[in-house]
């Protein structure tokens, strides 16, 4: 979805969740190394998501 989004030209910063660190981790590197700077990724569940 960022990746489409960006090829279309708009603006959006997505956060994803998952309640495994590692893949959290894992995830956020990947943003990082792609250079998708308004894609973060957090540990937790959407129940408990506060923006």
Do not use: P, W
Not at 2 to 12: C, F, W
């Amino acid at each position: 979805m960022y990746h489409y989004l960006r090829v279309h030209k708009r603006e959006a910063q997505i956060v994803g969740l998952d309640l495994k660190a590692d893949v959290v981790a894992q995830c956020n590197r990947i943003a990082r190394d792609l250079r998708y700077n308004d894609l973060t990724f957090s540990v937790g569940d959407i129940e408990g998501y506060d923006a």
